[in-house]
């Protein structure tokens, strides 16, 4: 199987912009979907991005995914932060039937 | 939008089973596919596998000698049954419907912890 690693954290202030990589370890990202989630402290998860790209009904268009096949990765942009942008995100995917979490990432704005 | 409820004991004795509940309110279980997650103390989201309506299963291959996932569409419900359990199974354990290769909706999560 295959594992998806993000940086442990990522730090900015408000009203910044920050992008929180998602590396695929082996098989190529491209070869299935990724998802972010959402997860604030003490809540549950919440989807933002789904296949790639798409978000959610609710998901302000502050939120935005990408795919990098030349370093295998996916990204997570939230543009214009805000300090309740202020939590953990899991980037997920897919093989071979089984669902792969990502390491996480904790977001902090300054 | 479908919503989903955890329910189950919040605490296991060590190599005894562990059994939750889901139930799925404002749609029907014959759509989607149906899933457990479990989350360990200020740890990471591990997936524990999935259902169909009609019973097909899938399980992480870390625990599928001791997982058993299953449906009542009767109910409207899904269950998850983990047996043999350890200190390691306490978690906080999430129910989700699954679309395409991800989760589209998680239920609020149940914390249940392993211990005499």
């Known amino acids: 199987n295959f594992m998806l690693t993000q940086p442990h954290s990522v730090s900015e202030s408000p009203g910044k912009t920050v992008t929180i990589s998602c590396t695929r370890s082996s098989g190529s990202i491209a070869s299935n979907y990724v998802q972010w989630y959402q997860q604030r402290p003490g809540s549950a998860p919440t989807t933002v991005i789904y296949e790639d790209n798409q978000r959610p009904s609710g998901v302000p268009d502050r939120f935005s995914g990408s795919i990098d096949s030349s370093s295998n990765s996916a990204s997570l942009t939230i543009s214009g932060l805000k300090t309740e942008d202020e939590a953990d995100y899991y980037c997920?995917?897919?093989?071979?039937?089984?669902?792969?979490f990502g390491t996480g990432t904790k977001v902090t704005v300054l | 939008q479908v919503q989903l409820q955890e329910s189950g004991p919040g605490l296991v004795k060590p190599s005894e089973t562990l059994s939750l509940t889901c139930t799925v309110s404002?749609?029907?279980?014959?759509?989607?596919?149906w899933s457990w997650i479990r989350q360990p103390p200020g740890k990471g989201l591990e997936w524990i596998g999935y259902i169909y309506y009609s019973g097909s299963t899938n399980y992480n291959p870390s625990l599928k000698s001791r997982v058993t996932i299953s449906v009542d569409t009767s109910k409207n419900q899904f269950s998850l049954k983990l047996s043999s359990v350890t200190a390691a199974d306490t978690a906080v354990y999430y129910c989700?419907?699954?679309?395409?290769?991800?989760?589209?909706?998680w239920g609020r999560g149940t914390l249940v912890t392993v211990s005499s």
């Open positions: 997920q995917s897919y093989d071979s039937s089984n669902y792969v």
């Open positions: 404002g749609g029907s279980i014959s759509s989607y596919y």
């Open positions: 989700a419907s699954l679309v395409g290769s991800g989760v589209l909706v």
